[in-house]
């Protein structure tokens, strides 16, 4: 079933400005001008990140809707899917994000804009646990992208969590998908959109 609407999902210190939002967003205007696209900044509270989410797609059609998500953005998009029943391709997505972004409590600058920082609250890593998917109920609604070579995520870790998924897996790589534009086609006809 073709994408109608696409909802985009950050990473943790980043925005809709980056490289693959944009690029997705270009790809997605090219392919397909009619679908919805929504790339919001995701506020630093998971919670309240998710109720802005839910309540922007709202009146989205839950069946020809699909999310894609980088990093901790990978993770929402995870949780997204399994609440709304819609596909999800995930770029590196974070699988452990209350573990691992424990050591980050405190201020935190963007990666695309150094002057701009937000806090992460100790509270945040109990949401992201709260938030946290055991296991994925429809594996053939996801496609992920996972680079061995992430020097920041464990690739056995993100594989492991998408077990019957279409996986694909990067030999080399790094944690922002440098190489991300020889991928894009690949994404789009996951989400009949090419």
């Not at 990473?11 to 009619?34: I, L, W």
Request: proline share 6%; net charge negative; hydrophobic share 45%.
């Amino acid at each position: 079933m073709t994408t109608t609407h696409l909802l985009y999902l950050h990473g943790f210190r980043s925005s809709p400005a980056s490289t693959k939002a944009r690029m997705m967003a270009a790809a997605v205007a090219s392919c397909r001008p009619q679908v919805t696209w929504l790339c919001p900044a995701l506020a630093p509270s998971p919670r309240q990140a998710m109720a802005d989410v839910l309540q922007a797609i709202a009146d989205w059609p839950k069946e020809t809707m699909a999310v894609v998500g980088s990093s901790l953005g990978g993770f929402y998009a995870t949780w997204l899917a399994e609440r709304l029943g819609c596909k999800a391709a995930l770029f590196n997505p974070a699988v452990h994000p209350a573990r691992d972004l424990a050591a980050y409590i405190g201020d935190n600058a963007l990666w695309h804009d150094p002057q701009q920082s937000f806090l992460f609250d100790r509270a945040f890593v109990g949401q992201l646990l709260a938030q946290e998917v055991a296991c994925i109920s429809h594996p053939e609604r996801y496609f992920a992208v996972i680079a061995k070579g992430d020097e920041v995520l464990n690739w056995r870790e993100m594989a492991g969590h998408y077990p019957g998924a279409t996986i694909k897996l990067l030999p080399a790589g790094d944690h922002a998908l440098s190489d991300f534009e020889q991928h894009l086609d690949e994404v789009l006809g996951f989400l009949a959109l090419s």
